[in-house]
């Protein structure tokens, strides 16, 4: 079932000689439950790309549409409330809030909602990523794995439709790096999550289900991995 669909966007930055085209007239569909990665050098528009996707940024032109909603036809209090409910983002670097503990972490988005925390969902997730007994640690007690083990969990918190995944690391050694692949790999298998995954790592890349690569702001290349 098709989830996600970017239709003919472009993303320019600045006037006349000074214009920057990010993203230049880029289509394709994303079906529900698929684990995609894209690729590219740095410049090449992969983040651009996914920020506009997430609801972040705006595109010049184009359409993004979720379960056939076209996401930029809503004003910005809509986006925000979108964002929260609809897309999990994982950062590189965290995005921990130093002063929260874990568990105060990964549940703050459902709190900004208004919502309840759904505590058998969390309970779940504490156990998957193996921070039960690091629940009432801050930021600042764990190591930089554990840390982006915390950002996951904030961003399947919500049971969004779809995550959203920028270097998610990049800032990891080669031990960690594949561990975070293999919760990324497990939340798609074991929670139905659609995953959309930047990254320049290549190795990493061939751990999804297919590869999208970006180059100059435009796709040159979208290639199934397997099925």
Known sequence: MELLKAEHL??????????????????????QGEFVA?????????????????????????HVYLDGKDVYSQNEEQLAIFRRREIGLIYQFYNLIPVLDVEENMTLPVLMD????????????????????????LPNELSGGQQQRVSIGR????????????????????????EIMELLKLSNQKYGQTLIMITHDENLALQADRIISIEDGKIARDEVIRR
């Open 114 to 137: 208004g919502r309840e925390v759904n505590r058998k969902r969390l309970k779940e997730l504490l156990c998957t990523l193996d921070l039960e007994e690091r629940k009432k640690h």
């Open 38 to 62: 894209i690729i590219g050098p740095s410049g090449s528009g992969k983040s651009t790309l996914l920020h506009i996707l997430g609801g972040v940024d705006r595109p010049t032109s184009g």
């Open 10 to 31: 472009s993303k320019v930055y600045g006037k006349g000689e000074n214009e920057v085209r990010a993203l230049d007239d880029v289509s394709f569909m994303i079906q």
């Open 155 to 178: 961003a399947l918190m919500n049971a969004p439709a779809i995550v959203l995944a920028d270097e998610p690391t990049g800032n990891l050694d080669s031990k960690n790096s594949q």
